[in-house]
């Protein structure tokens, strides 16, 4: 039961942080929306900042668990990427309202995502790593494709910035109505992000 809150609480804050902005909503606005009473959301969360980190560490990992379903590193490193992108696109499509937020995650302040305000550079670092070790999949697949030649010799946060980050700019236009992707447009577009990351011989 209490469980249950604490879920229905975080998808409500999710809604209205994709439909409002991290500023748009009260704490009242957000009671109402998940069905409580305003004082049960701090049985859970201490404050505001505590709801929101605990629902972006709550997304990071729903993410994780769909982007490598079925993950398999013995398969040739373009089918594992393939195979993760196709994971995503899928995932965006399930979950429209994450990919309308995620504007919204990749503005705020890191202490504000991965620790509380105040907190020194070190230790928010070290929280980052650990909330974001999910994604060590990813990770392998790009430490593999440099290491045999195949991936560019680049960061791993450049190689997501070329491959990762435009699917997901187009999952959002996708859903607004701007752009329309098929099964064929998708495969062109996911092809296009390995070309963008990896080396042409």
Request: negative net charge; contains cysteine; charged residues 25%.
């Amino acid at each position: 039961m209490a469980e249950d809150k604490r879920r229905s609480i975080l998808h409500a804050t999710l809604c209205l942080l994709a439909s409002r902005g991290l500023h748009g909503f009260s704490m009242k606005q957000l009671a109402e929306k998940a069905g409580v009473a305003a004082g049960t959301i701090y049985l859970y969360f201490e404050d505001k900042d505590d709801l929101i980190r605990q629902l972006h560490e709550d997304i990071i990992r729903e993410v994780a668990r769909r982007i490598f379903f079925n993950y398999d590193p013995s398969i040739p490193l373009y089918d594992q990427y393939r195979r993760m992108m196709e994971n995503l696109w899928s995932f965006h499509k399930d979950c429209p309202e994450i990919m309308l937020s995620k504007a919204q995650f990749d503005t705020m302040p890191p202490d504000l995502l991965f620790g509380h305000r105040g907190k020194d550079p070190d230790t928010l670092n070290e929280q980052r790593e650990t909330v974001l070790a999910v994604f060590q999949p990813m990770a392998d697949l790009y430490e593999a494709g440099r290491a045999s030649g195949v991936i560019k010799p680049l960061p791993d946060e450049l190689l997501s910035a070329l491959c990762i980050d435009p699917l997901c700019a187009l999952a959002r236009e996708h859903h607004l109505g701007m752009t329309k992707l098929g099964d064929k447009e998708l495969a062109a577009v996911i092809a296009a992000g390995w070309d963008a990351i990896s080396i042409h011989h």
